[in-house]
């Protein structure tokens, strides 16, 4: 037996033990997603699905199991904006940082005329390579614009570079939502996602265009990749790459977690996991 399907069957006796606590009979497997039961069956054909959080994409580990139209739908739909927005990120790195290596694709604005680039940052200089798919009449402009400033001394040179890897924002919050959310899922066990505070929580990684919850996102200086619960405030608090996402913790109520995030700056001590550890947590709302 492979790693992955032993791995996998692992994960669905720990959901099926999981739906059974909380009374739901026959033996089935509960996607945290949509709440849809599966049974074993869809082990072998393919419907139950491991899931990367963060996306593979993102250098992601496969941690938990869900349904094969959650994982695609939601792959689709949020996680190919996170993609796009952790490159367009690295473009900008590369561009007025100082790290060196490839930035990605871009267009470059001379005067009137645009070209696409590949950016190179090596040590101090930064390198625009001229890409293949581009007119001759956009390279002959720009090249003539380039001539001009030489021959100006470079003097009032203004021109305009921009990553071709553009990214809807909200839908990329929304796949920090869905990340954070199976995280804890896999942290804590399937009843997790299965509490009623959760409800609003999956309902907007379904329709991530509408306005269900309030403000999850923000920055934190949390440590990577780490989980901090708040009890005395019900709140849990994930530390993904792209910035903090906060959630329901089933000791409070939901009331009680929607004051939490309604914006500004929040102090708090956090119970790191895995336990006992403890660490300040100072979470920014961004808008």
């Known amino acids: 037996m492979s790693n992955k399907k032993a791995q996998k069957q692992r994960l669905y006796a720990q959901g099926v033990a999981a739906a059974k606590a909380i009374g739901i009979e026959p033996a089935l497997f509960i996607c945290p997603l949509c709440l849809l039961g599966y049974g074993e069956e ?10 990367h959080v963060p ?17 695609s739908t ?96 909200r839908r990329a919050r929304v796949a920090d939502l869905k990340a954070a959310f199976l995280t804890l899922t896999a942290a804590f066990g399937y009843t997790f996602a299965m509490n009623e505070l ?25 440590p990577p990749l780490s989980i901090g619960i708040v009890e005395q405030e019900g709140l849990a608090v994930v530390a993904l790459p792209s910035g903090g996402v906060m959630l329901p913790w089933p000791s409070r109520n939901y009331n009680r977690w929607t004051n939490s995030v309604a914006g500004g700056r929040k102090s708090m001590t956090a119970r790191g996991w895995p336990w006992p550890k403890n660490f300040e947590a100072h979470f920014d709302h961004q808008n």
């Not at 959760?198 to 949390?222: C, F, K």
């Open 42 to 51: 869809a082990l072998d054909d393919g419907t139950m699905t491991l899931e």
């Open 55 to 71: 996306p593979a994409s993102l250098g992601g580990k496969g941690i938990i199991l869900t349904c094969r139209t959650c994982n």
């Open 74 to 169: 939601t792959g689709h739909a949020l996680e190919s904006h996170s993609h796009l927005r952790a490159k367009q990120s690295n473009f900008i790195s590369k561009l007025v940082g100082q790290e060196p290596g490839y930035g990605g694709r871009g267009v470059a604005t001379f005067g009137e005329a645009q070209v696409n680039v590949e950016l190179l940052r090596k040590n101090d200089a930064i390198t625009f390579k001229v890409g293949k798919n581009n007119s001759p009449e956009a390279i002959a402009a720009s090249q003539e614009f380039l001539h001009k400033a030489i021959g100006d001394g470079w003097k009032g040179l203004k021109f305009q570079v921009t990553s071709l890897d553009a990214f809807h924002p």
């Open 198 to 222: 959760l409800g609003p929580v999956r309902e907007q990684i379904a329709a991530p265009e509408s306005h269900i919850l309030p403000n999850w996102w923000g920055s934190v200086d949390m």
